[in-house]
């Protein structure tokens, strides 16, 4: 059983940044493929960002390429999401989530099925 904690959510200003932490627990943090997805208010969840185990590969959704950095620290059992440029579209309660699937493509990474855990989220608000 893994369990995830999101923090760093909050308000921001339109052009502004956070960076938001999901600190997992277990021992085999560096075995899980890692995502951020997000949802805004009465829309679907939405997939950000992924890495896979090692960090080598990453995976964005078209919206936030250029502007999001997804980072993780093994040896913390952290992932990050550095958020730049924040628009007020990107304004969603955002969610970490960790998969012990094998990973089969970076594309792969970017769907709600590929995930086995889930946290339980952190508002972010940007205004404008």
């Known amino acids: 059983q893994v369990q995830l904690a999101e923090s760093g959510g909050g308000l921001v200003q339109a052009g502004g940044s956070l960076r938001l932490s999901c600190a997992a627990s277990?021992?085999?943090?560096?075995?899980?493929?890692m995502g951020w997805f997000r949802q805004a208010p009465g829309k679907e969840h939405e997939f950000a960002a992924a890495?896979?185990?090692?960090?080598?590969?990453?995976y964005y959704t078209d919206s936030v390429k250029g502007r999001f950095t997804i980072s993780r620290d093994n040896a913390k059992n952290t992932v990050y999401l550095q958020m730049n440029s924040l628009k007020p579209e990107d304004t969603a309660v955002y969610f970490c989530?960790?998969?012990?699937?094998?990973?089969?493509?970076?594309?792969?990474?970017?769907?709600?099925?590929?995930?086995?855990?889930w946290g339980q989220g952190t508002q972010v608000t940007v205004s404008s």
């Open positions: 277990g021992r085999r943090f560096s075995a899980y493929a």
């Open positions: 890495i896979s185990t090692s960090g080598g590969t990453t």
């Open positions: 989530a960790a998969s012990t699937r094998i990973i089969t493509s970076a594309q792969a990474m970017g769907a709600r099925s590929f995930y086995n855990y």
